[in-house]
């Protein structure tokens, strides 16, 4: 027997408008371990064919069943497969990309230096801070970004004090190492405690901070949206995409006129949808190996990208 479907929000009717509904999965999902995975890359992929395409097109790539194939079964075989799949997938897919490592610092930024909100760490309100923190590396910044996981976990977290003392010596020894940084100096600890408190008593206002799944949610949303669509999606099954996480995130996405582009989000089992298994093998070829230069050319016809009209502080 198959264990109930986790996660979802879906619409409570037909929804209104111009309506796309879209089919997604990721590849690298490691929950909160974003440091120490074998995978240091999140992808997030969307299409919006019809089950009738998706279930044609794996139909025609080797390594038979729909059940089976996986993305490293077409990487091994390079050529006319790959090129028919993306052939087909042209103008109609989208890949979202998330480095695990920066994504850790936009989480500082945006939870420790900015009010935490769903639209933080998108293309609706990324702070260019984080790309300020992103140039550096070194042993030093591993040690910051571990002490980071371990203040911003909310599983058995433990006391308060030890994780912020953590945080802030080995901040302090980024400082003495490293060119005065505005970002670093900003952190204080009054505040950083502040923050920390309201995650530990469950605060659910604040994204979960080690979750990257809904911002490349958000992401794959805005791409299908084309700042005029309401888009349905169809995903695989998500612990992390709860009903009430999915809410807040609605809100944030939503423009001046109150209306989210993010219509829904219905669960499934991938085995049952042939969509969801294309969604699939694309995110996987897409964390694996080609470029992102490459998915640009060979699936996003530049009339699909569009600009979504941004949304107030007070729509977030």
């Known amino acids: 027997m198959r264990s109930p479907l986790q996660g979802g929000l879906p619409p409570s009717g037909v929804p209104a ?13 490691s929950g909160t371990n974003l440091l120490n995975s074998g995978a240091p890359v999140i992808t997030h992929a969307g299409v919006d064919l019809t089950g009738e395409e998706a279930a044609a097109l794996i139909a025609g790539l080797p390594a038979g069943s729909p ?15 790959l090129d028919r799949f993306f052939a087909a997938l042209t103008g109609r ?6 480095d695990k490592r920066r994504f850790l610092l936009t989480r500082i930024v945006d939870l420790l230096l900015a009010e935490p909100s769903y639209a933080a760490g998108t293309s609706l309100a990324r702070d260019p801070r984080a790309d300020a923190l992103a140039r550096y590396t070194g042993p ?17 977290p433990g006391p308060i004090g030890p994780r912020v003392d953590r945080f802030f010596q080995t ?38 901070p080690l979750e990257p799944l809904l911002p ?3 992401e794959t949303v805005l791409f299908f949206s084309r700042g005029a669509r309401r888009v349905l999606v169809v ?18 996405l939503a423009g001046p006129d109150g209306v989210s582009p993010l219509a829904g989000l219905v669960t499934v089992d991938s085995r ?20 992102d230069a490459l998915i640009e050319a060979q699936l996003m016809a530049p009339e699909t990208v569009g600009q979504r009209e941004q949304p107030g502080p007070d729509q977030r």
Do not use: M
Request: hydrophobic share 40%; with cysteine.
């Open 17 to 29: 408008g111009d309506v796309v509904e879209i089919a997604c999965d990721e590849s690298g999902f």
């Open 67 to 81: 059940h089976e194939l996986k993305s490293g079964q077409l990487l091994r075989r390079p050529g006319v497969a």
């Open 93 to 98: 897919a989208h890949v979202h990309r998330i």
């Open 140 to 156: 030093g910044w591993d040690a910051f970004l571990t002490a980071f996981t371990e203040l911003a976990r909310t599983k058995r």
């Open 171 to 208: 901040r302090d020894l980024l400082v003495r190492g490293t060119p005065a940084d505005p970002v670093l100096d900003a952190l204080h600890p009054a505040h950083v405690r502040a923050v920390v408190t309201r995650l530990d008593a469950e605060d659910r206002s604040i994204p979960p």
């Open 216 to 218: 490349a949610l958000a």
């Open 235 to 252: 995903h695989d099954e998500q612990s992390a995409l709860t009903a009430g996480r999915l809410t807040r995130l609605q809100r944030a």
């Open 272 to 291: 049952d949808d042939p969509r969801v298994q294309v969604a699939d093998l694309l995110a996987g070829i897409a964390r694996r190996s080609v470029p």
